[in-house]
């Protein structure tokens, strides 16, 4: 059985910082490309990042130079660096796995997902 468990949300003034990281049990498979999604109230799912086993990452246009992400595959943890964040960073954080290609950004295109981590930023 796969799972995918987020951890290190909470709350934090505009300009804080905040790590995620995503811990994978189960065999994704070596390869597996993973990413960050979001979403905040009443809005779709968004991709945040995207980052394959070995290669270039993806980021949004949102993101790009505050987040960054990274993997520890010895570890089997995905991480979400967010520095500078804003009040419209607010939102539930998702990991997702096993990329079936496509738009990176397309929730739809990815196998398996953690339950979610809130992240709240305050004004």
């Known amino acids: 059985v796969v799972r995918l468990v987020e951890s290190g949300g909470g709350s934090v003034q505009a300009g804080g910082s905040l790590r995620l990281s995503c811990t994978v049990s189960?065999?994704?498979?070596?390869?597996?490309?993973m990413a960050w999604f979001r979403q905040a109230p009443e809005k779709e799912r968004e991709g945040v990042a995207q980052?394959?086993?070995?290669?270039?990452?993806t980021y949004a246009d949102s993101v790009k130079g505050r987040f960054t992400i990274s993997r520890d595959n010895t570890k089997n943890t995905l991480y979400l660096q967010m520095n500078s964040l804003i009040s419209e960073d607010t939102a539930i954080y998702y990991c997702?796995?096993?990329?079936?290609?496509?738009?990176?950004?397309?929730?739809?295109?990815?196998?398996?997902w953690g339950q979610g981590t809130q992240v709240t930023v305050s004004s």
């Open positions: 189960g065999n994704i498979g070596e390869a597996a490309t």
């Open positions: 997702a796995a096993n990329w079936r290609g496509g738009n990176w950004s397309d929730p739809s295109q990815y196998h398996f």
């Open positions: 980052r394959p086993f070995t290669g270039r990452t």
